[in-house]
């Protein structure tokens, strides 16, 4: 009798387990997946999804290729739960695509997002909200030569008409006499939407001569070995090539730095991008975005080769067009790397200067730093006439003044600088944008 019931109860044990095991992974596991930007996805999402994980020290963080090209997949631990975060890198529109269409719950953008994409998720977030839009780090989009080509600098309206084809030899810019070769990223790439934006502009096309990439270090690793190679990638990915100093209109050539390119005096600067879909972000989208904008998270960016937002002191090389006053008053100054720019209309701070502030804030008192430490030096765009820009740059140093005395930094000295010591050619959009400024200078010790 006994011996009868004995398969009945085996199968109900297994019922049992079959069931136990389908429901664990259930409540126990959770999937974060980025999709987007080669040139976050290559290494800094990983990075970053990695320090996320092994932050909660409950074991081992696995990273593994899922058998697809840029694409991995970390497994490890977050409040007890299994996570398991897929990065696909291949390009930043394709991250749109599938946050739009709900597969990614974040999008990694090496550009903004276009008025077209903010439109088509308008039902669901606006990704021009502090809640959706998360600039993550800067980087400088470099220009790259071979070591040994003697070119260093060039203006930004000279390399348009160079990956136009419409200057096709180096020696016409005081190099050698060699055919020039063009390297640049693929239709999908934010990078190459970068460079198409800021530099090709409605003027120019690129030429079709032009290898293209999906990789920015595969890019670089071709210029670094082509004597007549010239191409474009990310900061993260010089490796081998030389790097030029870029101008912009009248204003001075720079190379990107660590300050040029935090500030985003470099011409070429940009920055970097992490979108989700507003209210409906998963708690783990949101806790990780929390980790890679705070201070641990931005030390992850500087070490991957990006420019991280965490501000730092440096006394700036001021070159020679700088004038005397200028130099009177900073004198015993540094530079903070941090630059508070405005929203396209210009009447108040911009996504990334709204977090820039608690930076600074912690920033004060990290160094025990007093506001009399502090200095605010605004700037305009170029105005009709010097009392206009005199009174803008001042109106913008005073609303930075404020919005730091609402978080508790009161009483810092601010002051105009007029639309003096341009960063960018006056009359043009990204000029203008970058012109308009208020630069942080702290007392040095």
């Known amino acids: 009798m ?30 974060m997946e980025i999709h987007g930007s080669n040139t976050i996805g290559a290494t800094l999402a990983p990075m970053l999804v990695e320090g996320f994980l092994a932050r909660q020290g409950t074991g081992p963080v696995r990273v593994r290729s899922n058998g697809k090209d840029n694409e991995k997949v970390l497994t490890g ?63 400088g989009l470099a220009v790259l030569v071979h070591p040994s080509n003697p070119v260093s600098q060039l203006s930004i309206e000279t390399l348009g008409r160079i990956f136009a084809g419409e200057i096709r030899n180096w020696s016409e810019l005081g190099g050698d006499n060699q055919t020039i070769h063009l390297y640049a990223r693929d239709d999908r790439s934010g990078t190459w939407d970068t460079f198409r934006t800021l530099v090709l502009g409605k003027a120019y096309t690129l030429a079709s001569s032009a290898r293209r990439y999906e990789s920015n270090d595969r890019l670089s690793n071709d210029v670094s070995r082509d004597p007549s190679g010239i191409g474009f990638a990310g900061l993260a990915s010089v490796r081998d090539s030389k790097v030029l100093a870029i101008s ?3 204003a001075p050539a720079l190379k990107p730095n660590q300050l040029t390119v935090a500030s985003e005096d470099y011409p070429l600067a940009r920055r970097l991008f992490m979108y989700t879909p507003g209210k409906a972000t998963t708690p783990l989208a949101a806790s990780f975005i929390d980790f890679v904008l705070g201070e641990e998270g931005q030390a992850i960016v500087s070490r991957s080769g990006f420019i991280s937002q965490n501000p730092i002191a440096v006394k700036p090389e001021l070159d020679n067009s700088t004038p005397q006053t200028f130099r009177r008053l900073t004198e015993n ?11 396209e209309g210009r009447t108040g701070l911009d996504n990334k200067a709204r977090r820039d502030l608690k930076r600074v804030s912690d920033f004060m008192s990290r160094n025990n730093r007093s506001p009399d430490d502090i200095m605010l030096i605004g700037f305009a765009d170029q105005q009709s006439n010097e009392l ?43 000029g203008q944008q970058r012109n308009g400024r208020v630069e942080v200078w702290v007392r040095s010790r």
């Open 77 to 139: 631990k977050h409040a007890g739960a299994t996570v398991r975060a897929l990065v696909a890198a291949h390009g930043s529109s394709t991250g749109f695509r599938a946050l739009n269409n709900g597969t990614a719950n974040i999008w990694a953008s090496s550009r903004p997002a276009k008025a077209q994409e903010v439109a088509e998720m308008a039902g669901r977030a606006n990704l021009n909200d502090l809640d959706s839009e998360h600039v993550i780090a800067i980087d």
């Open 388 to 430: 206009r820009a005199q009174m803008i740059s001042e109106l913008r140093a005073l609303s930075v003044r404020k919005a730091l005395s609402d978080l508790g930094v009161g009483d810092i000295a601010y002051t105009g600088y007029g639309h003096y010591m341009p960063v960018g050619m006056a009359g043009g959009d990204s």
């Open 248 to 250: 912009d209109g009248d």
């Open 2 to 31: 006994k011996q009868s019931h004995l398969p009945m109860a085996r199968h109900r044990i297994w019922v049992w387990f079959l069931a136990l095991t389908l429901w664990l992974p259930q409540a126990h596991a959770e999937d």
């Open 333 to 343: 100054y540094q530079r903070l790397t941090v630059n508070f720019r405005f929203s």
